[in-house]
C-alpha cells in the first residue's frame, strides 16, 4: 500500500469566497467545487464536500437565455452571472452536478431540491473555446480523424484559438459565378451581381477573372462594391451571351 496517501480527496480545506457557511455551495478556481461542511473560518477556508455526494441545493429554472424547466437528470452549472451567484442550466457555468428532482419553469426563482454534486460530466466531453490553448490548434496536431465533429462545440472554433501560422488574414465571404448577357436589344458594358450579396462591405476585396465567349478578348477593367447589395462589374469590351465573370470576395479575418 503506497503510503504518500494523504486522504481519499474527498472532504477538501480550501479557500471560498467571503459569507460562505455550512451548506452553501462553493467553487474554488475555475473547476473545482462542493458544498461547504464548516464555515469560512477567519483565514478564509472552509471544508468541501467536493463529491459524489447529494445535497439540497438551491437551483435556478433558467438557461442563460431565459426560464427553462429543470428536469430529473439535467446538467447543473454554477453561475457566477446570478446575483448572488448560484445553481442553473446556464451551460456557459461551471458544472456542478446533476438534479435529482423537477422544477417548473414558472415562477422564475430558486427552489431547494436534491442535487448530485460531482466533478464528471459523462457523455458530453464537448470541447468548448475556453478549453483551447490560443495556438494551440496547428497542422501537425489535426490527424485524420482526431478529433470527431461531435466533440465540437458549435462556434467552439475561433480565430483567436488558431496558431499564428495557420491563422489567415483574409477569409472568403461571397464566392460564384454569373453569365454575362447583353441587355436587349444591344450588349452591354456592366454587369451587377446582387445574389448572395446581402452585407458586402466596401472594405472588401474582389477577385474575379473570366471566360470570353465571343470574338473579342475582354476583361474585367471595374469592380465596384456597392455596400450591403451587390458588385458591379464592368468590362473592357461590352459582355455578350456566353461570356462568364468568375469571383471570390474576401473579408479581413477579424
Known amino acids: 500500500m503506497a503510503k504518500n496517501k494523504i486522504q481519499?480527496?474527498?472532504?477538501?480545506?480550501?479557500?471560498v469566497i467571503a459569507g460562505t457557511v455550512s451548506g452553501m455551495g462553493a467553487v474554488v478556481g475555475s473547476y473545482l467545487?462542493?458544498?461547504?461542511?464548516?464555515?469560512?473560518?477567519?483565514?478564509?477556508?472552509?471544508?468541501?464536500?467536493?463529491?459524489?455526494?447529494?445535497?439540497d441545493l438551491p437551483v435556478y429554472p433558467y438557461d442563460g437565455s431565459g426560464a427553462s424547466a429543470v428536469t430529473v437528470g439535467d446538467a447543473l452549472y454554477w453561475d457566477t452571472a446570478l446575483t448572488p451567484d448560484n445553481l442553473d442550466k446556464n451551460?456557459?457555468?461551471?458544472?456542478?452536478?446533476?438534479?435529482?428532482?423537477?422544477?417548473?419553469?414558472s415562477p422564475l426563482a430558486l427552489s431547494t431540491i436534491n442535487v448530485m454534486v460531482m466533478h464528471?460530466?459523462?457523455?458530453?466531453?464537448?470541447?468548448?473555446?475556453?478549453?483551447?490553448?490560443?495556438?494551440?490548434v496547428t497542422a501537425d496536431k489535426i490527424g485524420a480523424l482526431a478529433v470527431e465533429t461531435a466533440k465540437i462545440n458549435t462556434a467552439a472554433v475561433t480565430l483567436a484559438k488558431l496558431a499564428t501560422g495557420i491563422t489567415p488574414s483574409h477569409v472568403v465571404k461571397y464566392a460564384g459565378k454569373t453569365a454575362a448577357l447583353p441587355a436587349s436589344p444591344s450588349a452591354q458594358a456592366t454587369i451587377a451581381v446582387t445574389a448572395g450579396m446581402s452585407g458586402i462591405l466596401d472594405t472588401d476585396?474582389?477577385?474575379?477573372?473570366?471566360?470570353?465567349?465571343?470574338?473579342?478578348?475582354?476583361y474585367i477593367t471595374k469592380a465596384v462594391i456597392v455596400t450591403g447589395t451587390s458588385i458591379t462589374f464592368t468590362g473592357?469590351?461590352?459582355f455578350v451571351t456566353g461570356d462568364i465573370i468568375q469571383y471570390v470576395v474576401y473579408r479581413a479575418a477579424a
Open 8 to 15: 481519499d480527496g474527498k472532504l477538501l480545506n480550501l479557500p
Open 33 to 55: 467545487h462542493g458544498v461547504a461542511q464548516t464555515d469560512r473560518d477567519a483565514a478564509g477556508y472552509a471544508v468541501l464536500d467536493c463529491g459524489p455526494a447529494v445535497y
Open 91 to 105: 451551460a456557459a457555468g461551471i458544472f456542478f452536478g446533476f438534479a435529482l428532482e423537477a422544477i417548473a419553469a
Open 120 to 136: 464528471v460530466q459523462p457523455g458530453v466531453g464537448a470541447v468548448t473555446a475556453g478549453d483551447i490553448g490560443s495556438g494551440a
Open 205 to 218: 476585396i474582389v477577385v474575379a477573372s473570366m471566360a470570353v465567349n465571343g470574338a473579342t478578348v475582354k
Open 236 to 238: 473592357s469590351a461590352n
